[in-house]
């Protein structure tokens, strides 16, 4: 039974593990692609270009203002609702740009890293959306209690009662499970995905 427990444990933290790299390497991506679009937005031509690091700035401070508490449900949705109206007034933005001006490489670029930003979006969306399944974390608090529940039993039964090591057992046992639940919260809990990607790139666009 602890050899299950043991595949189980290595199985879930596997799990947890590979969905918060997926949001860290989610940060980072949707954080460069809001770097390269200020950037690029900069060859765009007056007032566009000022008007477009405007929506940018304030595209990064939405995220930005998510991570200084665990925000709700509405919370959440209220910032995705906020987002995708600023990448609506982006889009229109360069329209504009595209039907006024001949510059055709600068503003392809910029076009290209805002296809890039609005994808990067929906990419984070999904991996802080993807936890561990409820049905494998059920799992394993079930293997964890039975599996705990023998050692304690073959414990009591043997002539020489060893309880500490079984109390050892326990604890070590609950710890790692809690760790996994930590790792599969993105939005609370101990460990959490660093945002200084996007505090750099927040401090980037101040300077343009």
Known sequence: ?????ALMIGFTFAMALTR?????AALLDEANSIG???????LLPAPHDAESLKLLRN?????????SHVPTAAETQVAIARSN????????????????????????????????????QEKRLTALRNRV?????????????????FSGYASGAAERRWRLPVYIMGLLIA????LIQDLDRPDAGLISVSQQPMVDTANALATY
């Open 59 to 67: 595209y990064v401070q939405i995220r930005l203002e998510l991570t």
């Open 133 to 149: 399944p409820n049905i494998v974390i059920l799992a394993l608090y079930s293997i964890s209690i039975v599996a705990l529940g």
């Open 85 to 120: 109206k600023i990448q609506e007034a982006l889009w229109s933005d360069v329209k504009l740009v595209m039907e006024k001006n001949n510059a055709v490489v600068p503003t392809g670029l910029y076009i290209q890293a805002l296809n890039e930003t609005f994808d990067n």
């Open 20 to 24: 918060f790299d997926e949001r860290r």
């Open 36 to 42: 390269t679009a200020a950037l690029r937005a900069r």
């Open 175 to 178: 710890a790692v499970v809690l």
């Open 1 to 5: 039974m602890l050899g299950l427990l």
